[in-house]
């Protein structure tokens, strides 16, 4: 019997379930919403809003709660870097992304990414003090409640897996909904593109 052992496995062990959780609630926080399978949607979604409640008391021991949660407070990593050798067209789409993600999640000029000449991160905002300052006064009047679960009825390339969007409530515009499909996804929609085209090709012939 699994009594006091409710929630989803992941089919990982339990230190392997708790890094995959941090490393979704960090990413969650930089980005104010992420797309992952509905699971693991599900899973992150009360280990998140109990951080961000803790985060709303704004004190010592509530800082010190959340650092433990969301292991050491490692740096924010800029999420929209452009590489030197991207394309005009690349870096404008950056760019109007970091606009939008920006309005949602403001970052101080003090706070400001900082790469040097071989785009290896020296300066960044740290996790825990981006959740204290930027992310938790957003919700000081909601008693709960931070995050959503927007299904968008695909399915993973490899496994099949479904997947979902969740984030933050207020951040229904964000780049993530937005950007571009991915390279795997384009290709697959080349092939049934494809495969359409070569099935009615053979259609018209047989008639």
Request: aromatic letters at 6%; charged letters at 30%; glycine letters at 8%.
């Amino acid at each position: 019997m699994r009594h006091r052992r409710g929630g989803y496995k992941l089919g990982r062990t339990t230190a392997h379930r708790a890094a995959t959780l941090r490393n979704l609630a960090i990413s969650l926080l930089q980005h104010g919403q992420i797309t992952t399978t509905i699971p693991k949607a599900k899973t992150l979604q009360p280990f998140v809003e109990k951080i961000i409640t803790d985060a709303k008391e704004g004190t010592v021991a509530a800082r010190r709660r959340v650092a433990s949660k969301l292991g050491r407070d490692q740096m924010a990593f800029d999420w929209l870097y452009v590489h030197p050798t991207a394309t005009d067209a690349e870096k404008e789409a950056v760019t109007k992304l970091r606009d939008r993600a920006e309005k949602f999640f403001p970052v101080p000029a003090s706070d400001k990414v900082v790469r040097n000449r071989y785009g290896e991160l020296t300066k960044s905002p740290k996790i825990v003090k981006h959740l204290f300052e930027n992310v938790a006064p957003r919700f000081k009047d909601r008693t709960g409640g931070y995050t959503r679960i927007v299904k968008l009825g695909k399915a993973r390339i490899g496994d099949g897996g479904e997947i979902c969007v969740i984030q933050f409530v207020g951040a229904e515009d964000g780049p993530e909904i937005g950007g571009n499909p991915s390279t795997r996804r384009r290709q697959a929609d080349k092939r049934v593109a494809f495969a359409a085209k070569v099935r009615k090709a053979k259609a018209e012939a047989a008639a």
